[in-house]
């Protein structure tokens, strides 16, 4: 069974840090990228980032680059999310999903937009002024 849960979420003041981690069962990393999104109330869902373990290639929106870092730990199967400098717009329910394949076609903004699926359960970040 295809299983990626997500841990990690919290309450933080602004300019802190959280690491997010995505835990996954019943498929290899090196064969699905991994990516993590966010929504927050009244809010569209947004991609994050994403990984492909295969190749090492990341993808991160604008709204996050430069503060967020993606990485894999194959032998542990879990994806990490490092959040530094944390914002108050940064709050919002977590998820983690899987990609269709491991190539860098699932790396991308589009690819994040159609192509992820098997959803975890989500975990709360919450960022207080």
């Not at 990984?51 to 993808?59: C, Q």
């Given at each position: 069974e295809v299983k990626l849960v997500e841990s990690g979420g919290g309450l933080v003041q602004a300019g802190g840090s959280l690491r997010l981690s995505c835990t996954i069962a019943g498929f290899s990393l090196d064969d699905y990228a991994i990516g993590w999104f966010r929504q927050a109330p009244g809010k569209d869902r947004e991609g994050v980032s994403c990984?492909?373990?295969?190749?090492?290639?990341?993808?991160y929106a604008d709204s996050v680059k430069g503060r967020f870092a993606i990485s894999s730990d194959t032998a542990k199967k879990t994806i990490y999310l490092q959040m530094n400098s944390l914002k108050p717009e940064d709050t919002a329910v977590y998820y983690c999903a899987r990609g269709g394949g491991s190539s860098r076609a699932w790396i991308n903004a589009d690819a994040m937009k159609w192509g992820y699926d098997n959803w975890g359960q989500g975990t709360q970040v919450t960022v207080s002024s």
């Open positions: 990984i492909s373990s295969l190749d090492g290639g990341t993808y």
